[in-house]
């Protein structure tokens, strides 16, 4: 069943126009992960299905209803919970603060988090700021899984973390899979995110050009589309 149905959108910063013509689908658990070289409209994808920046065209559907002229808040309500680059955890909460600051009823509670991300469990107490950045990383993914999301949207989830947090994150994203979490990520670790992924989608300038299994993205369009 498909979850997210993203169709030929088109998003603008004021004039200028960023995606045009975005295509993607995440059926119900299910990974997909969205691909491009920089500045081609990943972010900016993320942005419109969430709200934040939303398309003026084309059309965006979750669970069946569709996202337009819905505000952020409206559309996490309905079931997607965003993990934003940068993380964005709130500084001066606790670990604890932040994780039931959006909490939801389901079955990703504190407890759920800790068992998944057992350094948090450690620091329960402690201020977000004074973590580290790869413990702010599993923050604001414990964060997003305690509304209990039907689809968790990572953007560049491990970015800038250190080699041992990074496989830390990727052992958490397997888990999830296999407990059959619906997932669109963003994220540069070729090996890790071809690894994981059910399906591939990739940007080009703002646009769709090319979507499939990850066995079918040959090394010439690794090449031709993402710079590899």
Known sequence: MTLLHVSAIETFYGPSQALFGVDLNVGEG???????????????????????????????EFAGAA?????????????????PEGRRCFPNLTVQENLVASARAGKWTLGAVKSLFPRLGERLRQHAKTLSGGEQQMLAIGRALMTNPRLLILDEATEGLAPIIRQDIWDAIRKLKADGQAILVVDKTMDEVLGVADRCVVLEKGKTVWSGRPQNLTEELQGKFLGL
């Open 30 to 60: 299910e990974v997909v992960t969205l691909m491009g070289r920089n500045g081609m409209g990943k972010t900016t994808t993320i942005r419109s299905i969430c709200g934040m920046t939303p398309a003026r065209m084309g059309r965006i």
């Open 67 to 83: 996202l337009s002229g819905l505000p952020p808040h409206r559309i996490a309500r309905l079931g997607i919970g965003l993990v």
